[in-house]
């Protein structure tokens, strides 16, 4: 079945809710491995005000959807509405995935495991190694929890303010060796000198500010450090081009946003996706938007 083509009475509902949501590049990537798969189903953006959060959810259980993705301001704000959490989205405190089983909402994050499931495919593994994060916002408590969930030795954040670090350091303490140290702290040069991996999890050198950059010392980072910047708008920012120039294997945000696309689509159908055609779709809409 092609984009454009019929849908029958059996198609299952799929969509995202976030507001503004016009943005949001899943209706591309979901669609386009929903037909690579050939599943009966379709996915739309729905635009949905705080106000109206809890009747939107009600209509789209009413109306038989068979799940949905969650983008911001609902990713908290959805919690209370659950019927069920799984564990990982309650260790991050946030829902990017719900799937709704015979009238009940499941709650899932699967933003965290994309971010693994991109590390993995270039050949990163977590396992007993040590990270540095840049910035304690929402991706990056997805990242940690990845992160520590996959056995990571060894977690130190880099802020510019460590009180909004705290709740983080509390939370993941119990599981993981793991400090939050502002950018200027000798022990943070410390941290850069051993990491095995640094993420950009800040918005620095994002579209349009793509002169930005995170204040790291590229001497301190060893070249054997993998570097993941979570931005994928611009495809190649500031940071991966000192990465780069410093000779380290880097990434962008891309394969986490489509790896956390094909887990959710995997949740709601049941069946191997290809996160390559996500990929593809995604350029493709990133292209037509310059
Ligand atoms: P967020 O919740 O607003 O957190 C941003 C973090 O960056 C905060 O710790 C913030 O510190 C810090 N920060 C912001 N501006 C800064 C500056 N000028 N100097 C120093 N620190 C600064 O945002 P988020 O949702 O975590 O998103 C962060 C980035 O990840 C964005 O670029 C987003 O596009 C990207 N992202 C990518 C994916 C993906 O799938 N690839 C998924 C989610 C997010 P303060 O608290 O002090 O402001």
């Known amino acids: 079945m092609g984009l454009g083509t019929m849908y029958t009475g059996k198609t299952k509902n799929l969509g995202i809710i976030g507001y503004p949501v016009a943005h949001s590049l899943s209706p591309a990537m979901q669609s386009a491995a929903i037909v690579d798969a050939g599943l009966d189903y379709r996915y739309i953006a729905m635009p949905v005000h705080p106000d109206a959060l809890a009747s939107a959810v009600e209509g789209l259980k009413a109306l038989n959807f068979r799940g949905f993705n969650v983008t911001i301001p609902h990713k908290v704000n959805l919690i209370p509405l659950l019927d069920d959490i799984d564990e990982d ?67 130190t954040i880099g802020v510019r303010d460590c009180k909004k670090a705290q709740p983080l350091i509390s939370i993941f303490g119990k599981f993981i060796r793991i400090k939050a140290l502002y950018w200027d702290d000798p022990e943070f040069s410390e941290a850069l000198q051993t990491a095995d991996l640094l993420v950009n999890s800040t918005p620095l050198g994002m579209s349009p500010n793509t002169d930005a950059e995170p204040p790291v010392d590229w001497t301190l980072i060893r070249q054997e450090a993998f570097v993941s910047d979570l931005i994928y708008t611009p495809a190649e920012t500031a940071f991966l081009r000192a990465a780069k120039k410093n000779k380290n294997r880097c990434m962008n945000g891309e394969g986490m946003l489509v790896e956390q696309g094909a887990e959710a689509l995997e949740r709601w159908t049941g069946r191997k996706v290809r996160p390559e055609i996500m990929a593809r779709a995604l350029r493709d809409s990133l292209r037509c938007r310059a």
């Open 89 to 155: 989205a309650k260790m991050i405190g946030a829902v990017n995935t719900v799937l709704i089983e015979a009238g009940k909402l499941i709650g899932y994050n699967t933003d965290s495991s994309g971010f693994i499931r991109s590390l993995r495919k270039n050949a990163f593994e977590p396992e007993g190694k040590s990270a540095v994060i840049l910035g304690a916002g929402g991706a990056a408590r997805a990242v940690l929890w990845g992160l520590i969930a996959s056995g990571m030795k060894s977690l």
